[in-house]
């Protein structure tokens, strides 16, 4: 039955989206085709491959598998940043082309970009800067945790390096001349503690309620250096940088939730959250907002199942808040107990 109800919309970083669920950068989100088929579908938001300044076409095939544990589809992938080049994701016709697909209402878009140097990612937002194209984008996502590019190790695990990025980026013109142009960075993993407080404290400073511009954090992307191996041929299952890549889908779903929870608990409450990490249906969505994501972003299963996942995933969302109860995110979101001493199932 159709209940007008339940609202699963919400504001990320001032940005209104109608879904929280939305697509993440990487599977599907290369060709104007791809996005095009996103705008159209039930996300609520479109998200581009993360852009370097120059197209490039990655690394060597092959550089995808996919790891079957009953149902559920994971993922690693050693793609090495294939992408048509900053210019194709922000050219005006295919802004245009993006609002026409997602008509009525239209919904945000988000320019990924993952350069290969700080100046490489300054560079492209000095374009935007001067390009008319940024009145029509929503947010730029920058994605400083791909594990996949030889030669480049990871600027979220290099905290020195990942400082100097933040403090830069977060400074840039485009930004204070573009107030309603959100800004966010995509995190690698990370594992310990310690390094949660490390990053908060680099984070935080660059928070609105503290005069800065950072709006969200994406937690997170793959987790790198895994390795599929193949026993009948007793060779890796990928070839590019010695057959590692990063690992994604529900493998990773338990991380990224820990992560979006040691996150929550530490960044400022302007400093918005989005879950990335393993999302296949309604009930990881659920899990994800309850550990205090704002969004939700969709990768592996979006690969695997194609942009119709995003109304699937929706509308399981909406079956299990209105079996809750819940009328809205924030009826639940952030609201995870720790589990009593004691307590039975
Ligand atoms: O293209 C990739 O190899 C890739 C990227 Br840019 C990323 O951010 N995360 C990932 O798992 N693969």
Known sequence: ???????????????????????????????EQQLLEIARSSAGAVCSKSATLEERSGNDQPRYTEIQLGDRTSSINSEGLPNKGFAAYTEASLLRRLRESAEPAGKPYILSISGLSLQENLRMLDLLLESGSVEHLSAVEVNVACPNVPGKPLVGYDFPQFEAVLKE?????????????ALGFKLPPYLDAPLFDAVAGMLNPLAKSKGGVLGYVVCCNTLGSALAVDVETETTVLHPKGGFGGLGGPVVRYLAMGNVSHFRSRLDESIHVVG?????????AFAHILCGATAVQVATQHRVEGPTCFYRIAEELKDLMRRKGYKRLEDFRGKLKV??????L
């Open 1 to 31: 039955m159709e209940a007008a109800d339940v609202d699963i919309g919400c504001h990320l970083a001032g940005l209104h989206l109608s879904s929280c669920i939305l697509n993440a950068s990487g599977p599907r989100t290369n060709t």
């Open 339 to 344: 589990r009593g001493k004691d307590s039975k």
């Open 276 to 284: 990335c990490g393993g999302v296949c249906t309604g009930e990881d």
């Open 169 to 181: 980026i977060s400074a840039h013109p485009v930004f204070t001349a573009n107030p309603t142009l």
